[in-house]
């Protein structure tokens, strides 16, 4: 049992990193982006790309990466960060005048969609690995096997959470992002230059939703599907916490995670998605907030 | 005679096309005067204050602060021209503690210099503050929310000060002591535009006042005078007009 709640902690990781850009976007473009999970693919896919440019022999300790695949991890980031940026441009910023909801969540579907394609048709639909190495697992502690390569992905995520806290909370453009959430209008008359703020949130969003990916990819497979197969424990995670909360989209993408894990031993993998859903009917039946909403 | 504070005149302005809520209106204020607009109900006082900040786009007219053009600037540059607008509701970033509230306002100004006895201030002008600094601002009163939001817009060393019905939702015991505030606040150097719907209690405080109807600027005079002006009562309290 515990080897399994292990394992939800890793896939956890996952997605609480991937709910927390899905729960920013909410907060601050209020809207529900069914492409997130896309930014998640292609993050993958961009470091794949790079780690071809980048492969280094040598890896690190006992991992099945080397240094040149960290430089691969930067630079999918950023890449997209810039593909967010651009569907933002070209997709959203205009249809955000419009002032209908569902219209953005419609043409996020249709993102989605078109992003998924181009994904096949660039890198094909078989899947892919970062590494033909083998992660081998090693017992870490009694009962608990978990591989490097796992133990980095847990470590990554910690580390990347706690430095968002510490720029949320401790900088000026994080106060920022704080305060457009709560009141974008207010924060215009308090002199906050919205459309940066909001530039920034996906720039987050979307660096962190690439990190996601590749983390899935380097413990589980990329393939053209991945973000799609994400995007609805994402949700979850994101509801389940109290969508806007960040913190509530931690808590909800463990919580997803290692519900999804825990079930297996009982009723298998391929129930792993519907524990999710039953898990945020029951926290919304009871919480129709989510465990942190209306609290950051 | 120097540059007036505030001067908006013949401003046309309305939210969506075709449709004018301020059909010309004029106004001035000089500095450090309080002045406070009067009105019945969609008069269309809280949209001069919107269209002033920025917020509205302006069809017509001008409008002036210390002679430079405001309108045409976007409305999160107002701070740094010196001009701070608290709105009637929704004034304060209820997630966010006291203190980082106040952190934003003195953040739109750009400087950070004299940031610690900005700070000071306003806990000395508003010493409930001080004891709920780390507190979410949402957690707090009605008239406590007041005083952040009037502490925020100050952080950022505004010339000109808009309060769009400080009053509002506030017990006759807090409307006075808000009231107060303003007065001392002005001591400042500050020039104060105020929007009320409690008119007495505003015009006891201002110079000077104005009259609004139908997004017109009807009556304009001393606020001693306003007060005394049977006009006054019949276009913003028809109420009163069966009782007199």
């Known amino acids: 049992m515990i080897q399994y709640f292990a394992d939800g902690i890793i896939a956890g990781a996952t997605i609480a990193l991937g709910a927390i850009g899905l729960t920013l976007t909410y907060n601050i473009l209020r809207f529900a982006n069914f492409a997130h999970g896309e930014f998640l693919t292609f993050g993958a896919y961009f470091a794949l790309l790079f780690a071809g440019f980048f492969a280094s022999a040598q890896t690190i300790g006992p991992l099945t990466f080397g240094w040149g695949f960290l430089v691969a991890v930067a630079a999918a980031l950023v890449l997209t960060a810039l593909l967010a940026l651009v569907l933002d441009r070209l997709l959203f910023r205009p249809l955000r005048r419009s002032d209908v909801i569902v219209t953005l969540v419609i043409a996020s579907f249709g ?13 094909g639909s078989r899947p892919e690995y970062y590494s033909r190495n083998i992660a081998v697992s090693s017992e870490i502690l009694p009962g608990v096997r978990m591989s490097a390569d796992e133990l980095f992905v847990v470590a990554l995520t910690a580390a990347l959470m706690l430095a968002l806290h510490l720029f949320l909370t401790r900088t000026s453009l994080g106060r920022s992002m704080r305060a457009v959430s709560d009141d974008p209008s207010l924060a215009r008359v308090a002199g906050i230059d919205v459309q940066a703020v909001i530039r920034w949130t996906w720039i987050i969003g979307a660096g962190l939703a690439a990190v996601a990916g590749i983390l899935f990819g380097l413990t589980v497979q990329i393939s053209s599907e991945m ?17 806007g909360s960040i913190y509530g989209a931690v808590l909800g993408g463990l ?29 919304l039946l009871v919480y129709p907030k989510g465990i942190l909403g209306d609290r950051t | 005679m120097s540059e007036p504070a505030l001067a908006v005149r013949d401003v046309v302005a309305g939210y969506v096309p075709e449709v004018d809520i301020l059909r010309g209106v004029g106004l001035e204020v000089r500095e450090r005067e309080i002045v406070t607009v009067l009105g019945p109900n969609g008069a269309g006082k809280s949209t001069l204050m919107k ?28 701070v740094s021209r010196g001009l701070a607008y608290v709105p009637q509701t ?17 953040a739109a100004r750009g400087a950070r210099d004299g940031f610690e006895e900005d700070l000071d201030r306003m806990y000395q002008l508003f010493p409930r503050l001080a004891e709920r600094r780390r507190q979410a601002a949402g957690t707090l009163s009605g008239g406590e929310r007041q005083m952040v939001a009037v502490a925020r817009a100050l952080m950022s060393r505004p010339r000109v000060l808009m309060l769009d019905e400080p009053s509002a939702g506030l017990s006759p015991l807090l409307v006075g002591i808000v009231f107060a505030k303003v007065r001392e606040v002005r001591e400042l150097g500050l020039t104060i535009l105020v929007v009320e719907q409690n008119a007495r209690a505003a015009l006891a405080i201002s110079d000077r006042g104005y009259v609004l109807a139908e997004g017109r600027d009807r009556i304009e005079g001393d606020a001693q005078a306003l007060l005394e002006n049977p006009e006054v009562g019949e276009l913003y309290l028809g109420a009163r007009r069966a009782l007199a």
């Open chain 1, 227 to 243: 973000g799609f197969n994400l995007i609805l424990p994402m949700f979850a995670a994101a509801i389940l916490g109290g969508i």
């Open chain 2, 90 to 106: 929704g004034n304060v970033f209820a997630r966010l503690s006291v203190q980082e509230n106040l952190e934003i306002g003195a």
């Open chain 2, 51 to 78: 269209t002033i900040a920025g917020l509205v786009p302006v069809r017509s007219g001008s409008i002036r602060m210390f002679g430079e053009d405001l309108v045409d600037v976007p409305a999160h540059r107002m």
């Open chain 1, 111 to 123: 993102a989605s969609l078109m992003l998924r394609n181009v994904v096949v048709f660039l890198w």
């Open chain 1, 255 to 283: 919580i997803i995670g290692l519900a999804q894990e825990m079930s297996v031993p009982l009723i298998g993998a391929a129930y792993k998605p519907a524990v999710a859903f039953l898990l945020m009917f029951a926290i």
